[in-house]
T-cell receptor, first 112, second 116 residues
């Protein structure tokens, strides 16, 4: 347990509405990641952060933005949710690039 | 373009027998390979890893084998237990200096069911 929490754990929203998911850590890990998990695709990287205000895109970043204004919080925003963004979202973190990643419990998002 | 592939969506095994989960990769720009285990409604948890300079790593009931020439790795679980029933993901880590340095690329996952 690397002290990761995600909120909310479940959310139902409507197409076109903005949604923000939060990842919170208590152990000062430098690197934080957002993944989505979909059947047949495994885990795909959306965005990641390598420090406060330092973020970069992953392989499926379209339609998503992130922010990291302090070490402990990494926010994922869907500016205008679409049904294709219905998924389970996982946050992960690590102290350095040689260490394995630790995952949060996930957020299940349903976009109607 | 799926760089890491798990071609078996599911595997069913009897308790006490061996479970073998397979993973193939297409990119040589990986230096570490990992297996994660995921239970329903939980996040993935790290299980075992292997460096690209090795061909075998063992941890209790779990052994990972790496065949670099075939770009193939496998996870062996012996003996299998009902509590091993979960989704297993293989992942590969990008090498230092590459565009994917430190990032993990995951396979699609294999659902393992161990029957009592």
């Amino acid at each position: 347990d690397a002290g990761i929490t995600q909120s909310p754990r479940h959310k139902v929203t409507e197409t076109g509405t903005p949604v923000t998911l939060r990842c919170h850590q208590t152990e000062n890990h430098r690197y934080m990641y957002w993944y989505r998990q979909d059947p047949g695709h495994g885990l795909r990287l959306i965005h990641y952060s390598y420090g406060v205000k330092d973020t970069d895109k992953g392989e499926v970043s379209d339609g998503y933005s992130v922010s990291r204004s302090k070490t402990e919080d990494f926010l994922l925003t869907l500016e205008s949710a679409t049904s294709s963004q219905t998924s389970v979202y996982f946050c992960a973190l690590r102290r350095n690039l040689r260490e394995t990643q630790y995952f949060g419990p996930g957020t299940r998002l349903l976009v109607l | 373009d799926q760089q890491v592939k798990q071609n078996s969506p599911s595997l069913s095994v009897q308790e006490g027998r061996i479970s073998i989960l397979n993973c193939d990769y297409t990119n040589s720009m990986f230096d570490y390979f990992l297996w994660y285990k995921k239970y329903p409604a939980e996040g993935p948890t790290f299980l075992i890893s292997i460096s690209s300079i090795k061909d075998k790593n063992e941890d209790g009931r779990f052994t990972v084998f790496l065949n670099k020439s075939a770009k193939h790795l496998s996870l062996h679980i012996v003996p299998s237990q009902p509590g091993d029933s979960a989704v297993y993901f293989c992942a590969a880590r990008g090498i230092p200096g590459g565009t994917s340095y430190g990032k993990l690329t995951f396979g699609q996952g294999t659902i393992l069911t161990v029957h009592p």
